[in-house]
């Protein structure tokens, strides 16, 4: 592999932590795909855990744009709660625009969120993805202040999952038995046809 040893790593890790996993993957693994010593990792990255933060800090692009925007959206709400279908649209709208960056890592992106969710013995969630969670979760609560939140939690599990199972690449209608010729089957198309079912999702009452 050409490249410094710093690049070498990082590039061998993001390919290993996105085919394998977190848990799979262990640092003499990568020292072999990068072609450096095992101190090597240390002194560029630190432990296992930065070196995947900083994977999915590049990926997620942790560079304060989408917690920006974020914030940019509760300042136009002036105090008052965004409606649960424009929360829905922007979690959506976020990812899609992650996944289809011309770069290694957008598919990368759709390999991870897969395995971070459906691998949870990976247990490794990144402080970036951690903030932006908290930000859904507190617009929704206050979007639907009747709802329990350890109910709201589970929508949300549910949500995100639904959302992780169709950027994993799963064909859902394949596996359902029937794909009608013309029908769209892409992430774009099948993400914004489950609005309507996310949004009812999480506004149906409690109980």
Not at 28 to 35: H, K, L, P, Q, T
Not at 174 to 194: K, Q
Request: glycine fraction near 10%.
């Amino acid at each position: 592999m050409r490249g410094d040893a710093k690049d070498r790593i990082f590039a061998a890790a993001e390919r290993l932590f996105a085919e394998q996993g977190y848990a799979a993957t262990s640092m003499r693994m990568i020292a072999a795909e990068a072609g450096v010593p095992l101190a090597s990792i240390n002194y560029h990255f630190g432990s296992k855990r930065d070196l995947m933060e900083s994977v999915y800090a590049h990926v997620l692009g942790a560079d304060g744009t989408r917690s920006g925007y974020l914030a940019k959206l509760d300042r136009e709400s002036g105090g008052q709660p965004l409606g649960v279908r424009r929360i829905v649209d922007t979690f959506i709208e976020s990812v899609l625009r992650l996944s289809r960056k011309d770069t290694v890592s957008g598919a990368m992106f759709k390999q991870l969120l897969g395995r971070a969710f459906f691998e949870p013995g990976d247990d490794f969630i990144p402080e970036e993805y951690l903030r932006i969670m908290d930000w859904y979760r507190r617009a929704l609560q206050r979007s639907l202040p009747d709802l329990p939140e350890d109910e709201l939690l589970r929508r949300m599990h549910f949500f995100v999952g639904i959302v992780a199972y169709v950027m994993a690449g799963r064909d859902v209608l394949h596996l359902l038995g029937r794909c009608p010729a013309g029908v769209p089957n892409d992430a774009d198309s099948l993400l914004r046809a489950l609005v309507p079912f996310i949004v009812g999702g999480l506004e149906a009452p409690p109980g």
